[in-house]
């Protein structure tokens, strides 16, 4: 894979424990381009270029294929660091010794400017934890999901109402809402450990040296390379306003997050990364939390390698930064000032570099060799293979080939039939667009093809839609999506040779791997509703070839389809105490001689939501108290028995009445359409009489509006998410007193 580089370097190879030739291959470059051997003694290979990348290869008996990659940290800004490579030496696994070519790389200082290294390692989180666990001084939430998990808990709803007032009521996106809005959240950021919503301003102390530049190593240099700027230390600039948070009790905010720290965190191997120098706004000059909303300058890009590491560097110019003072200045030397840059990172998506898919929260007065984790939610990225299974993935989820022929991995188990269960997922079908991952290590493959049969099908057709992968063009600072996709193979197909055959280039061994960001193990995006319009299990069939076009590899899997999406409706005649009233009606709470009888007079709802292929995952009604939010709810009688089914709510303090499936061990005979199956629906409809748990209406409250919904979700999932959510028109409704 590509290693992102900014800057002038010399790269020299240091080290070479490997039988097979190896070279390191640069592009994008402004000099030095091209190929270059790996071998011990060869002089220096001097690069410059605002962004270019790296690749370290081995020679095969197929020609030169990529090796994978590991960062080795640098140990201080003028030190450099290496890139260390492990080829496989012509078999399909690995040792991960990784010494079979490391290569040093030391930066070149230009006179004039101020160098930074940040460094580090880029992981995603998922589970039980709403904050981003890389901010160690800081509650950091970074999605409008997280946020609303977040104010569940009274005492991080008072501390965010206090410094965010405006975004507590910001609400997630809920698909399959087909364009969610484009810019990113912008996190919130809460500090855990002292008063101030943002850290000081601070400036940092350099002193410009002369040294010698390398002319042997960098004879083409043209940069006056005579001086380089040292960073002597920090000086605030002001203390920021008193802070409005001192009145939060932060042990209890901290014991929450002891209490449920519960977070997975994987490295994100070829994470696209976009780096931006952040100006605060005056009202975060002044003391004020982070918001976001201040200028910003892109300083560049970097991708991690195969195991989530990073080496980003940039450079600030005296004209852009730096301010001179005249103190304790030799004849030799002078001493600057610049304002630490407070920096903001973005995680791209490689499929089109374009979207944001997540930002960071704001890394504050950076110094110029900063060690920065950073942690993202967790998105499909690159996936390594895992074992010796062709096809491994389905989007996120493992369904790699066991040695008894069943299929799944990592808590999934992919049923014969090809319905998918897991800790999420309850006997699911696949839906929407599937990316299909596939390991095809052996260096001979140069080519795959993916052929498909439905059950009313005799023969297998070939998939023919079209698959990209991020590759760098040489024009572009950052790869863009290419298509590995080819109608003109000559491939051996049912053992007759055939010209102009539908397939696949394996980007892994192609004639130019060097140029694309990762070996990807992505190998098609297969649009469900193009092999079936309704339901059923389909059978997917990868083989694989060498440049000869004669099949070496070949495997199946079955995956059971379903584009059948949810019928649900809320009538909106609602009745309350004996009175039925259409939407926007107002009731009266019973009373005898105005006297109220029944503070709790339960309501009757009539709705439907089915899914008739049997992949009903719950529907819920759900009554909103005006700004409050929903209210506790439970049933007038009990609900019915339905089989593999659970019926809500199961105790006290549930804000949802309805039912869920819940059964994940009929992978095959998983059937529930929903309210149809209710025993007392009538054609499709259920009725169901609730209550509040508590009074309608506080003691002091003579009225109030309520909302009425009916929501839930659908068991599909396309490997990366997971069970749609569907809700219904809401039904407004408001309740008095007499």
Same mark, same amino acid.
């Given at each position: 894979?590509?290693?992102?580089?900014?800057?002038? #370097?010399?790269?020299?190879? %240091?080290?070479?424990?490997?039988?097979?030739?190896?070279?390191?291959?640069?592009?994008?470059?402004?000099?030095?381009?091209?190929?270059?051997?790996?071998?011990?003694?060869?002089?220096?290979?001097?690069?410059?270029?605002? $962004?270019?990348?790296?690749?370290?290869?081995?020679?095969?008996?197929?020609?030169?294929?990529?090796?994978?990659?590991?960062?080795?940290?640098?140990?201080?800004?003028?030190?450099?660091?290496?890139?260390?490579?492990?080829?496989?030496?012509?078999?399909?696994?690995?040792?991960?010794?990784?010494?079979?070519? !490391?290569?040093?790389?030391?930066?070149?200082?230009?006179?004039?400017?101020?160098?930074? +290294?940040?460094?580090?390692?880029?992981?995603?989180?998922?589970?039980?934890?709403?904050?981003?666990?890389?901010?160690?001084?800081?509650?950091?939430?970074?999605?409008?999901?997280?946020?609303?998990?977040?104010?569940?808990?009274?005492?991080?709803?008072?501390?965010?109402?206090?410094?965010?007032?405006?975004?507590?009521?910001?609400?997630? !996106?809920?698909?399959?809402?087909?364009?969610?809005?484009?810019?990113?959240?912008?996190?919130?950021?809460?500090?855990?450990?002292?008063?101030?919503?943002?850290?000081?301003?601070?400036?940092?102390?350099?002193?410009?040296?002369?040294?010698?530049?390398?002319?042997?190593?960098?004879?083409?240099?043209?940069?006056?390379?005579?001086?380089?700027?040292?960073?002597?230390?920090?000086?605030?600039?002001?203390?920021?306003?008193?802070?409005?948070?001192?009145?939060?009790?932060?042990?209890?905010?901290?014991?929450?997050?002891?209490? @449920?720290?519960?977070?997975?965190?994987?490295?994100?191997?070829?994470?696209?990364?976009?780096?931006?120098?952040?100006?605060?706004?005056?009202?975060?000059?002044?003391?004020?939390?982070?918001?976001?909303?201040?200028?910003?300058?892109?300083?560049?890009?970097?991708?991690?390698?195969?195991?989530?590491?990073?080496?980003?560097?940039?450079?600030?110019?005296?004209?852009?930064?730096?301010?001179?003072?005249?103190?304790?200045?030799?004849?030799?030397?002078?001493?600057?000032?610049?304002?630490?840059?407070?920096?903001?990172?973005?995680?791209?998506?490689?499929?089109?570099?374009?979207?944001?898919?997540?930002?960071?929260?704001?890394? $504050?007065?950076?110094?110029?060799?900063?060690?920065?984790?950073?942690?993202?939610?967790?998105?499909?990225?690159?996936?390594?293979?895992?074992?010796?299974?062709?096809?491994?993935?389905?989007?996120?989820?493992?369904?790699?080939?066991?040695?008894?022929?069943?299929?799944?991995?990592?808590?999934?188990?992919?049923?014969?039939?090809?319905?998918?269960?897991?800790? @999420?997922?309850?006997?699911?079908?696949? $839906?929407?667009?599937?990316?299909?991952?596939?390991?095809?290590?052996?260096?001979?493959?140069?080519?795959?093809?993916?052929?498909?049969?439905?059950?009313?099908? @005799?023969?297998?057709?070939?998939?023919?839609?079209?698959?990209?992968?991020?590759?760098?063009?040489?024009?572009?600072?950052?790869?863009?999506?290419?298509?590995?996709?080819?109608?003109?193979?000559?491939?051996?197909?049912?053992?007759?040779?055939?010209?102009?055959?539908?397939?696949?280039?394996?980007?892994?061994?192609?004639?130019?791997?060097?140029? #694309?960001?990762?070996?990807?193990?992505?190998?098609?995006?297969?649009?469900?509703?193009?092999?079936?319009?309704?339901?059923?299990?389909?059978?997917? #069939?990868?083989?694989?070839?060498?440049?000869?076009?004669?099949?070496?590899?070949?495997?199946?899997?079955?995956?059971?389809?379903?584009?059948?999406?949810?019928?649900?409706?809320?009538?909106?005649?609602?009745?309350?105490?004996?009175?039925?009233?259409?939407?926007?009606?107002?009731?009266?709470?019973?009373?005898?001689?105005?006297?109220?009888?029944?503070?709790?007079?339960?309501?009757?709802?009539?709705?439907?939501?089915?899914?008739?292929?049997?992949?009903?995952?719950?529907?819920?009604?759900?009554?909103?108290?005006?700004?409050?939010?929903?209210?506790?709810?439970?049933?007038? $009688?009990?609900?019915? @028995?339905?089989?593999?089914?659970?019926?809500?709510?199961?105790?006290?303090?549930?804000?949802?009445?309805?039912?869920?499936?819940?059964?994940?061990? %009929?992978?095959?005979?998983?059937?529930?359409?929903?309210?149809?199956?209710?025993?007392?629906?009538?054609?499709?409809?259920?009725?169901?009489?609730?209550?509040?748990?508590?009074?309608?209406?506080?003691?002091?409250?003579?009225?109030?509006? +309520?909302?009425?919904?009916?929501?839930?979700?659908?068991?599909?999932?396309?490997?990366?998410?997971?069970?749609?959510?569907?809700?219904?028109?809401?039904?407004?409704?408001?309740?008095?007193?007499?």
């Amino acid at each position: 894979m590509a290693i992102l580089m900014q800057g002038a #370097w010399n790269i020299q190879v %240091q080290s070479k424990e490997a039988a097979r030739d190896q070279r390191f291959v640069i592009s994008g470059a402004d000099l030095n381009n091209g190929a270059h051997p790996g071998t011990i003694g060869s002089a220096a290979v001097f690069v410059r270029g605002s $962004s270019w990348n790296i690749v370290i290869q081995s020679k095969s008996p197929e020609g030169w294929v990529n090796s994978t990659e590991k960062i080795h940290f640098p140990s201080s800004a003028f030190s450099g660091f290496n890139i260390a490579s492990d080829d496989r030496g012509g078999g399909l696994v690995s040792d991960l010794d990784f010494n079979d070519l !490391v290569l040093h790389c030391s930066p070149v200082t230009n006179s004039g400017v101020t160098d930074y +290294f940040m460094y580090g390692n880029v992981s995603c989180y998922e589970g039980l934890c709403w904050w981003n666990p890389c901010f160690r001084d800081w509650i950091v939430i970074d999605t409008a999901v997280k946020l609303q998990e977040a104010l569940k808990y009274p005492i991080m709803r008072e501390y965010i109402e206090k410094v965010y007032p405006d975004r507590i009521f910001e609400q997630p !996106v809920k698909k399959p809402i087909p364009i969610p809005d484009p810019v990113p959240f912008k996190p919130l950021m809460l500090p855990l450990q002292g008063n101030t919503l943002l850290p000081g301003k601070e400036t940092g102390i350099f002193r410009s040296e002369a040294y010698s530049a390398n002319s042997k190593a960098a004879p083409n240099i043209k940069e006056d390379t005579t001086s380089r700027f040292s960073f002597a230390g920090t000086k605030s600039i002001a203390n920021a306003a008193v802070s409005k948070t001192f009145d939060i009790d932060r042990v209890k905010v901290a014991g929450i997050i002891d209490k @449920f720290f519960n977070c997975q965190v994987n490295t994100m191997p070829s994470a696209i990364l976009r780096f931006l120098e952040y100006d605060r706004t005056n009202a975060e000059l002044a003391g004020g939390a982070y918001t976001g909303t201040g200028t910003r300058e892109i300083l560049g890009y970097a991708i991690t390698d195969s195991f989530g590491n990073y080496v980003f560097r940039f450079q600030r110019t005296l004209f852009q930064s730096l301010n001179e003072i005249n103190v304790d200045t030799a004849a030799t030397e002078s001493i600057f000032t610049t304002v630490q840059p407070d920096v903001i990172v973005q995680l791209l998506d490689a499929a089109n570099t374009s979207i944001v898919l997540y930002e960071s929260g704001l890394y $504050s007065n950076v110094t110029p060799f900063k060690n920065i984790n950073i942690c993202f939610p967790c998105s499909s990225t690159f996936k390594p293979c895992d074992g010796q299974g062709i096809i491994q993935y389905i989007g996120d989820l493992l369904v790699i080939k066991g040695t008894t022929g069943t299929r799944g991995g990592d808590g999934n188990i992919l049923g014969s039939d090809g319905k998918i269960s897991n800790a @999420f997922l309850k006997c699911a079908a696949w $839906s929407g667009t599937l990316n299909l991952i596939a390991c095809l290590r052996d260096e001979k493959i140069k080519y795959y093809t993916i052929r498909y049969k439905r059950p009313v099908d @005799f023969a297998w057709s070939f998939v023919e839609e079209g698959c990209t992968l991020p590759r760098f063009n040489g024009i572009d600072p950052l790869p863009v999506p290419t298509s590995i996709r080819s109608n003109f193979l000559s491939l051996q197909v049912d053992g007759i040779m055939q010209n102009n055959v539908h397939g696949y280039i394996n980007v892994a061994n192609a004639s130019d791997s060097s140029s #694309w960001v990762t070996t990807s193990n992505l190998k098609a995006k297969l649009t469900t509703s193009l092999y079936i319009q309704n339901t059923g299990t389909v059978s997917f #069939w990868l083989e694989a070839y060498n440049s000869g076009g004669i099949k070496i590899a070949e495997e199946t899997i079955d995956l059971y389809l379903d584009n059948k999406w949810v019928e649900a409706d809320l009538d909106p005649n609602i009745s309350l105490g004996g009175a039925t009233l259409g939407n926007c009606a107002l009731f009266t709470l019973p009373n005898a001689n105005g006297v109220v009888t029944d503070e709790k007079a339960p309501v009757t709802v009539r709705f439907r939501a089915k899914q008739d292929n049997g992949f009903m995952g719950a529907y819920v009604v759900t009554i909103a108290k005006g700004a409050v939010g929903n209210q506790n709810l439970t049933r007038t $009688s009990p609900a019915a @028995f339905i089989p593999l089914t659970t019926a809500l709510p199961t105790g006290a303090g549930q804000q949802a009445v309805g039912r869920e499936y819940s059964d994940t061990l %009929q992978l095959n005979s998983c059937f529930f359409s929903g309210t149809p199956q209710e025993p007392t629906s009538v054609g499709d409809y259920y009725e169901l009489t609730i209550r509040p748990e508590n009074n309608w209406l506080d003691a002091d409250q003579t009225f109030c509006a +309520f909302r009425i919904l009916v929501n839930g979700h659908i068991r599909h999932t396309t490997g990366e998410d997971h069970n749609p959510y569907y809700q219904t028109g809401e039904v407004l409704i408001g309740i008095q007193r007499p």
